[in-house]
């Protein structure tokens, strides 16, 4: 909550885990732009994270229309300012509570199972600042457990796009898609696994560009990069 009641308890809990647990921070998970979700961060001493809701969906968008503009409004520094110094968004690919459709599901779902679509999403993530999140199964492209959600649809009467992705976690899948084929057989979720594992490599090596500004350019027809200048002003180009 925004509003000065709201940020003044988010303050008061802030300052409690600064004392109390200082490896602790309060976050924020908000349904409004970034411009707006941006109050949430008070001057930097109430909530130390916030997750915004237009940042993901604008690569979905992105990715469907074959188009940049939805990624280069969302990244546009007024949409999305800066957090404050020792603050960060939080970046992921969220479903909210919304009756389950052909927009609502795991990554690799929303990718139309093609794990060059989800890697290309994963890297857009990886390379837009903040903090990047992870749902637990995307990095091994887990599927929707649609069984799940028919079961809890069932009992409740309701439609709840969040069964599709909170069932167990699929361990033998893990274990399949880390295990190197002697047989040069490369299905998806290895695919996606080792892309993931490159992914956060680059990101590591590449972290201090993140506090940076940015800018999306287009690199040769057709083909767009974001570049992040550095605070000391050496470039980096994704």
């Not at 139309?112 to 837009?128: E, I, P, V, Y």
């Not at 199964?137 to 009467?157: C, P, V």
């Not at 490599?201 to 201090?208: L, V």
């Amino acid at each position: 909550d925004s509003a000065p009641a709201g940020l003044a308890q988010a303050r008061l809990l802030s300052a409690v885990l600064d004392h109390a647990a200082p490896a602790v921070a309060l976050l924020a998970e908000s349904d409004q732009p970034a411009a707006r979700a941006h109050a949430l961060f008070g001057d930097g001493d109430a909530h130390r994270a916030v997750a915004p809701s237009t940042l993901t969906p604008s690569f979905l968008a992105a990715l469907k229309q074959n188009d940049i503009a939805p990624i280069a409004q969302a990244l546009d520094p007024k949409a999305m300012p800066d957090a404050p110094q020792g603050c960060s968004w939080l970046s992921g690919f969220y479903t909210r509570q919304t009756p389950a459709d052909a927009e609502h599901g795991r990554l690799f779902e929303l990718a139309g199972r093609d794990w060059r679509k989800t890697t290309c999403l994963l890297s857009m993530l990886f390379a837009s600042g903040g903090t990047p999140q992870l749902l637990y199964g995307d990095e091994i492209a887990m599927l929707d457990d649609r069984a799940r959600y028919d079961e809890k649809a069932a009992a409740s009467g309701e439609k709840d796009a969040r069964w599709l992705l909170r069932g167990p976690m699929r361990w033998k899948r893990a274990e399949h898609a880390k295990t190197f084929p002697e047989d040069g057989d490369f299905p998806p979720d290895r695919f996606v696994w080792l892309e993931m594992k490159y992914i956060i490599e680059a990101r590591k090596r590449a972290q201090r560009f993140f506090r940076g500004e940015r800018e999306i350019i287009e690199d040769w027809p057709g083909h767009y990069a974001v570049v992040w200048t550095a605070p000391k002003g050496d470039e980096l180009m994704i």
